[in-house]
């Protein structure tokens, strides 16, 4: 997959490039970040890419004839080209694999300032925005897509950790604890010690489950509930351990002890 993202500062993204996954999974060459200087194309004899806004007010806006120009030396057949804008849908982890799914080149586009030129926009193939906050430019932004849509990618991390992520399937991930046991007398739960996996995933999933019902319960109207999910949202409710539960943590009840 190939990202290329226009900017007017493309000293920003250097740390984001050459650090952690994103540099690794360039070394691979499972996917090819291209960071374009919209500068570079300006025809202002002052080297200039924005103006005072038409018709007046504050802040200066970004010129429409470097950032489309930009655009037409970087754009193949299968671009898909994404504006970075507050009138765009919201971006969510759905979109990000959307991207990796269908679209072979990804460019996006940040704005700065004041805003661009709104002539602009009928030069691109979407508008999406981040949040309901403003930033200071889009680079951020392009940051956070490109990370999102990365990681997705085949071979840059093992299929296994992303399976169960936060976001996945509509959920948020169950709670995860390291060693040791029990820190400022706050243990970690049992039954992530009993050795039983069916039990363990039974757990995790209901832990998800209440997470997302406590912090995200919006996300919960597109989820699917099987039966089972059914089960343990009345464990929940009545605030019990069931029975299952009981009988993993009873069986390896040796082995926790000695935590």
């Given at each position: 997959?190939?990202?290329?993202?226009?900017?007017?500062?493309?000293?920003?993204?250097?740390?984001?490039?050459?650090?952690?996954?994103?540099?690794?999974?360039?070394?691979?060459?499972?996917?090819?970040?291209?960071?374009?200087?919209?500068?570079?194309?300006?025809?202002?004899?002052?080297?200039?890419?924005?103006?005072?806004?038409?018709?007046?007010?504050?802040?200066?806006?970004?010129?429409?004839?470097?950032?489309?120009?930009?655009?037409?030396?970087?754009?193949?057949?299968?671009?898909?080209?994404?504006?970075?804008?507050?009138?765009?849908?919201?971006?969510?982890?759905?979109?990000?694999?959307?991207?990796?799914?269908?679209?072979?080149?990804?460019?996006?586009?940040?704005?700065?300032?004041?805003?661009?030129?709104?002539?602009?926009?009928?030069?691109?193939?979407?508008?999406?925005?981040?949040?309901?906050?403003i930033l200071t430019g889009g680079e951020i932004g392009a940051m956070m897509i490109s990370d999102s849509v990365i990681r997705l990618v085949d071979g840059v991390i093992a299929a296994e950790s992303i399976k169960e992520e936060s976001f996945e399937n509509y959920l948020l991930e169950y709670p995860q604890y390291s060693e040791p046991f029990s820190y400022e007398g706050d243990n970690i739960p049992n039954i992530l010690y009993s050795g039983n996996h069916q039990a363990i995933a039974k757990w995790r999933k209901k832990q998800a489950l209440k997470l997302t019902k406590h912090y995200r319960p919006d996300l919960l109207r597109s989820y699917h509930f099987s039966r089972q999910d059914l089960k343990l949202l009345k464990e929940l409710e009545s605030g019990e351990t069931p029975k299952w539960e009981k009988d993993a943590i009873k069986k390896a009840h040796k082995f926790i002890k000695e935590k």
């Open positions: 997959m190939k990202i290329t993202i226009l900017t007017l500062f493309p000293d920003f993204f250097t740390g984001f490039l050459t650090n952690s996954i994103i540099k690794r999974a360039q070394s691979k060459n499972l996917v090819d970040i291209e960071i374009v200087n919209i500068r570079d194309f300006t025809e202002d004899k002052h080297g200039r890419v924005d103006s005072e806004p038409v018709g007046g007010g504050a802040g200066l806006i970004m010129k429409c004839q470097p950032i489309v120009d930009a655009l037409k030396s970087v754009k193949k057949d299968r671009s898909h080209i994404v504006l970075l804008s507050p009138r765009g849908t919201t971006y969510n982890q759905a979109k990000a694999k959307d991207y990796v799914k269908n679209k072979k080149h990804l460019i996006l586009v940040c704005g700065h300032y004041e805003g661009i030129d709104e002539r602009v926009n009928k030069y691109v193939d979407e508008l999406v925005s981040v949040g309901d906050y």
